[in-house]
């Protein structure tokens, strides 16, 4: 069985530390054969993807992963094989960078108000010319020792609760819906996304649901494939054992694709492997079938 992963991030995502060639150095040492870099609403990696894919001699897959609203909800919508040098997407990511650049001081302001104590001139250094991430200022937030006595910081500090991925914990427990940092943003809806994605040649897939919602996963999917959506990431780092397998046998029962990925960040998400989605020979046949579909490089 091949070992797959079509959704890894590179340092073209905001919130992923490395370069595309170093992505396919660690592709190479976790055996893995077919590689997506399905980067934060940028299809900018592909070519570069392509040229170290050859290389390495790791088949590519052109992804992409889109930030957008579905109900009440935020999802993520994986683009799989679509047109290469597609301009759409480059607007796709000039909005969201517009949304983000918006809601950034936003977020800051509410982490103050918390007492957390932020360098904001670190934190817009460290982005660089990238839009600071949530998971860039809980780094600088956990580093100051301004904070250190501050009891909030206490579950994400080694050794404790949420120190095992103390930056995307972070992220989730303050930034998340509903949350006292959250941001409501208005994300393009799902059905515009899944449009563009068709309308390039591509396979509109619903990323990791069970990062996204915590029941009813299978419901809000059958609202989803009513816009289009074609596939499903079954398998995925943030599923366990029964939600793999009800995932499965919806999408076996409905003809959907089924895709796997780890969404493997680097230091944002330490405990995230490459290659990890571990299948089975027939679940590696279902991932396989829906590389049938596409075109590798």
Known sequence: MQNIDLHVHSSWSDDADFSVSRLMTIAEKENVSVLSIADHNSSSSVEEAIYWGHKYNIH????????????????????????????????VKRNF?????????????????????LDEE??????????????????????????AGNALLIPYRKGNARGDMPLINFFWDFF?????CHVEIAFPPLQDMVEIIRSNGGIPVIAHIGANVK???????S???????????????????DLRQQLYDYAQERSLLMTCGSDFHGKNKPNIRMGSCQLNQAESAK?????????LF
Do not use: W
């Not at 992804?63 to 997407?89: A, K, M, P, Q, V």
């Not at 670190?122 to 020792?145: K, N, S």
């Not at 499903?232 to 054992?241: A, I, K, P, Q």
């Open 97 to 117: 960078d517009r949304l983000q650049h918006a809601a950034t001081p936003i977020k800051i302001e509410k982490l103050k108000a918390l007492g957390l104590f």
């Open 287 to 295: 991932v396989e079938a829906f590389l049938d579909r596409v075109t």
């Open 215 to 221: 029941s009813g996963h299978t419901d809000v999917i």
């Open 60 to 91: 590519v897959l052109p992804g992409i992963e889109i930030d957008c609203s579905f109900g009440n909800n935020n999802y993520h919508l994986l683009g799989y094989g679509y047109r290469r040098h597609s301009t759409d997407f480059a607007e």
């Open 176 to 180: 998340g819906k509903g949350k006292s």
């Open 223 to 241: 609202e989803m494939v009513k816009s289009g959506v074609m596939g499903v990431e079954v398998f995925s780092s943030y599923h366990n054992n």
């Open 122 to 147: 670190r934190l817009f250094a460290l982005a660089g010319d990238r839009v600071p991430q949530e998971e860039e200022m809980a780094e600088l937030i956990l580093e100051d020792e301004r904070n």
